[in-house]
């Protein structure tokens, strides 16, 4: 499915609830998480609705690729200049709690809310 229609990030993507988003091209956005946990901490999504790295394939290999290769970039942008993590949780175990696939990036001077 490309779109479901009861997701919070999909309809995000759409553009129908609003979101501080500043990136956004054909395939991912990006936008700044709404509790952040460290001074800079944005997702980044796909626009394809994917509930979590459980239903990604081989086919989404690429997708998941430019995901991982535009977090730098973003993370400059944004002023973590100085490192960043990159977090995916999955399922109930890994502390998942919006099904739409998500990459958390988390920079920023420390000390950070979280780890
Ligand atoms: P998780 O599924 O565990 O990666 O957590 C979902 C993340 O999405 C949390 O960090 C939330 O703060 C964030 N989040 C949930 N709803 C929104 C929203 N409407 N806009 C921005 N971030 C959100
Ligand atoms: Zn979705």
Redesign the pocket.
Known sequence: MSTDHNC??CK?AAGQ?P??KFYEDDELIA???????APV?F?VIPKLHLASLNEAGPEHAALLGRMLELAPKLAREQGATNGFRT???TGPD??????HL?M?VMGGPRPWKQG
Request: aromatic fraction near 12%; glycine fraction near 8%; hydrophobic fraction near 45%.
């Open positions: 919070i990030f995000i609830i979101a501080k936008f700044h998480d709404i509790r952040p946990a901490h997702l977090v995916i949780n890994g502390g998942q709690e919006v099904y998500h958390h």
